[in-house]
């Protein structure tokens, strides 16, 4: 039987994360298929590794996973370098770059498949097809060419995500020790990272998460989460949970639930959330979850004109209002409000689009005056094709265009439109981008970010002392010297190094 390749392209310099979602395609197959992961982020020469397991004739089925940006970056060449070695092996792509841009994978030539979404069903039925010589024609969520047309099969159901088998986290640490992927964060000194829902109820029309969930949610329950938790923690000592769900708090009960069962861990945790969902938890759900070790919750905040949340569609109930309301709500539970704008959205006019960073520069400030422990994560806006949505026929009409290869994808430029740093949009200029960019450097030298955790008290006073005058006067103009100091000292960039 032939053997099943998983490459997981570096996503990081440091602080590597276990590869969750190529642990579930592993535990799709294992039992049936014999399976290896390469973690490019944790060989020296992910390449050269492939190479020498394709060179033993065993492996039929390469899997990639693809986020876009730097990981794109590397799966781009060594995609490329296999289908030249090795033409015979079937180049299977997963995750969000190659079902968003699907047509690019595939026309890409080396590309054989592509899973769109959840591949825990579609990836095991496409090997069994292929191994048997079966048709694969109409598996659910698989994106294929026939001659020059694509065909675009329908999505499954979301699967009970408690009735997927475990994670073969074993078989991982055999090659690559678990204790590794245990980082240090401000959370605790064995961080673990642990995906325990997926998809989103919701539609922000800026939103990867839309076009391949489609408003559709599935958590494991809380009892499921705590023994996989449990389990990390007992095995190889984690002691800190970063959840990667889009949306852990979806779901009051189920989160409750994990509050009371983690509670006697005494693990710091960390997740995802809505403001408008968890504004309507009552305080003893949020005093709940704070006395359960949460430290921290990210929200996307995106924006606090009420007219822009309208244009991102955030669901019809986060109000500018409401989100300076919960960040001081969250004060008295000791939780750390982290929340994220996006800037630099479409308008009708330069001017238009000028106001409303400006607009939303303002109102970051009145956050951190309701609560100076917010964090504040800021964002360019990206597009993403949420094909229907108001703000996508916006993006379209004002002349953007994505790469149509996969070669223009990796080219710097792109790199950074999806690191959210310097889109390639139409309809900002400069002017703007360095406003919002200027405007972030003195925001973080003003506040530094408590996640941060090697920066030291002198560093923090330090460049606190030369931001906070700026900060005052609103004066953000070439903040050189704060640059420098964050250069120096590395400082750390939650919205691009994880959170
Ligand atoms: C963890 C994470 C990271 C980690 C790295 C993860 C890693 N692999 O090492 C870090 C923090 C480094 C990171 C960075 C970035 N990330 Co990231 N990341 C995530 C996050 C939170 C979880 C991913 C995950 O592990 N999911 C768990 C698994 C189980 O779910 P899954 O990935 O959906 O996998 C399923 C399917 O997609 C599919 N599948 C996936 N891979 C494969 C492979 C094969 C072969 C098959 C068959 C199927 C398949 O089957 C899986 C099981 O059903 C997601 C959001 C999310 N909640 O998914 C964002 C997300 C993927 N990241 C995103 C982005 C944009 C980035 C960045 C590029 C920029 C940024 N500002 O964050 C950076 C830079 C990346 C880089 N350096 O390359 C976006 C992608 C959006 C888009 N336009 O496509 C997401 C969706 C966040 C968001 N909502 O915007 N990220
Ligand atoms: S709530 Fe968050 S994850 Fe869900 S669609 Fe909106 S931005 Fe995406």
């Known amino acids: 039987m032939n053997k099943v390749l998983l490459f997981n392209p570096k996503s990081a310099d440091a602080k590597h994360r276990i590869p969750n979602a190529l642990l579930q395609i592993a535990a799709s197959v294992d039992g049936r298929y014999e399976w290896v992961i390469v973690d490019g982020n944790r060989e020296p020469d992910p390449c050269k590794h492939i190479f020498d397991l394709l060179a033993t004739g065993e492996f039929r089925y390469i899997g990639f996973t693809v986020m876009p940006g730097p990981q794109t970056k590397q799966a781009v060449p060594i995609a490329k370098a296999i289908k030249t070695d090795f033409p015979h092996t079937v180049m299977i792509w ?26 825990d069903y579609a990836f095991p039925q496409l090997i069994d097809a292929l191994e048997q010589n079966q048709p694969y024609e109409l598996i659910k969520n698989l994106i294929f060419k026939s001659g020059d047309t694509i065909i675009r099969n329908p999505k499954t159901d979301i699967p009970d995500q408690d009735l997927l088998p475990a994670l073969p986290y074993d078989k991982l640490d055999a090659r690559y020790p678990i204790p590794k992927y245990l980082g240090k964060t401000y959370l605790g000194n064995k961080t673990m990272a642990y995906h325990s829902s997926i998809g989103c109820p919701f539609t922000c029309s800026f939103c990867a998460v839309v076009p391949i969930f489609e408003a559709r949610w599935k958590g494991k329950s809380a009892e499921a989460v705590y023994r996989d938790v449990k389990y990390i923690k007992d095995r190889w ?31 710091q945790w960390w997740g995802m959330a809505r403001i408008d969902t968890m504004d309507k938890y009552p305080d003893e759900s949020l005093q709940l979850i704070s006395d359960s070790g949460c430290r921290m919750i990210f929200f996307g905040a995106e924006s606090g004109n009420d007219k822009i949340l309208e244009q991102m569609d955030k669901g019809g109930t986060q109000t500018g209002e409401q989100i300076l309301r919960f960040a001081a709500r969250l004060k008295q539970f000791n939780i750390v409000p982290e929340y994220s704008f996006v800037l630099g959205t479409p308008a009708a006019t330069p001017e238009q689009v000028m106001a409303q960073i400006d607009f939303d520069i303002a109102f970051i400030k009145k956050v951190k005056l309701a609560n100076p422990a917010t964090e504040i994560v800021i964002y360019i806006y990206s597009p993403v094709p949420t094909e229907g949505s108001t703000l996508f026929k916006e993006v379209q009409a004002a002349g953007f265009r994505f790469p149509q290869t996969l070669d223009e994808w990796v080219n710097p430029q792109w790199e950074k439109f999806d690191l959210r740093k310097n889109p390639l949009t139409p309809w900002l200029t400069a002017e703007m981008v360095d406003k919002i960019r200027n405007f972030e450097t003195v925001l973080n030298g003003a506040y530094p970010t408590v996640t941060d955790i090697r920066m030291g008290s002198v560093k923090r006073m330090l460049v606190q002392l030369s931001s906070r005058l700026r900060y005052r006067l609103n004066f953000y103009h070439h903040p050189y010297e704060i640059k420098l100091l964050q250069r120096l000292w590395h400082y750390r960039q939650p919205e691009i190094q994880g959170f």
């Open 237 to 267: 000592g984690a002691d800190a949970i970063e959840f990667h769900d889009n949306n852990f708090f979806v779901s009051e009960k189920r989160a409750v639930a994990f509050a009371r069962l983690i509670q006697p861990e005494r693990m």
């Open 94 to 119: 997963g995750g969000y770059f190659p079902s968003i841009h699907y047509r690019t994978a595939l026309d890409a030539g080396y590309v054989d498949f592509v899973i769109n979404g959840p591949g």
